[in-house]
């Protein structure tokens, strides 16, 4: 069974620059979700989806982060205009179920970014 | 609410000897309980999970932690260390998204040190 599939695996851009990172999840997931992983730090939800609809976004900068989940499959997250503080590991996970809390999540590799 | 504090940001053991990494929780609501491992440059992989059957949980690669509600705690554990098992461990507990729907809440994370 193919996994959680990301990319790029790595960006670097300059303030104030734009980017987006693309996730494929495990076929037949409904939910997918996006985290954020400081250096030194947990992951940190930034968005969840359940098939093409958002279930939670509280954590979202909606000021410069957008997501969406097109068709209920891949996704795309983007950050316009990026800053120094969202240099960090972005992390796309998807699991079976879109409401069970006892549910497995399945993380992919991850796209590190780095803001200079 | 839910929370997760992980005892340690740093744990170091020789070869052979026994892995404690520490996790207690903090959750308004039933607690479910993750145990995930992170390899550089790698995403997360799960180790093991609580869902409320047996306290005692077995995980791959030889893991296994115990929930302890009197203590609040989901303590890893591995008899014996293999210079393989190093990597940074993440504790996380299932809380509720604002659609009541299943989201973790991971700790800051404890880096294993393996020593020959």
């Known amino acids: 069974e193919a996994g959680v599939a990301q990319s790029p695996r790595y960006k670097i851009i300059e303030k104030r620059q734009s980017v987006a990172f693309w996730c494929n999840p495990i076929s037949g997931h409904a939910t997918l979700y996006w985290y954020q992983q400081i250096l030194g730090q947990g992951p940190k939800l930034l968005i969840q989806?359940?098939?093409?609809?958002?279930?939670?976004d509280s954590q979202l900068p909606k000021d410069r982060f957008s997501a969406e989940r097109l068709k209920g499959v891949d996704s795309t997250l983007k950050i316009q205009p990026a800053k120094l503080e969202d240099s960090a590991v972005y992390l796309c996970?998807?699991?079976?179920?879109?409401?069970?809390?006892?549910?497995?999540?399945?993380f992919g590799p991850g796209t590190r970014l780095t803001v200079l | 609410a839910q929370s997760v504090t992980q005892l340690g940001s740093h744990v170091s053991v020789s070869e052979g000897a026994l892995v404690l990494l520490r996790c207690n929780y903090s959750?308004?609501?039933?607690?479910?309980l993750f145990w995930y491992v992170q390899y550089p440059n790698q995403g997360l992989q799960l180790l093991l999970k609580y869902t409320s059957a047996a306290t005692l949980v077995k995980g791959i690669n030889g893991f296994e932690a115990e929930f302890k509600k009197s203590e609040t705690s989901f303590h890893l554990t591995k008899p014996s260390a293999h210079m393989s098992d190093a990597a940074e461990y993440f504790c996380a507990v299932s809380g509720l998204g604002s659609s009541n729907t299943g989201k973790l809440i991971f700790g800051q994370g404890t880096t294993l040190q393996v020593k020959p």
């Open positions: 989806f359940q098939n093409n609809g958002v279930v939670d």
């Open positions: 996970a998807s699991s079976l179920v879109a409401t069970a809390r006892t549910d497995t999540q399945y």
């Open positions: 959750s308004s609501v039933p607690p479910y």
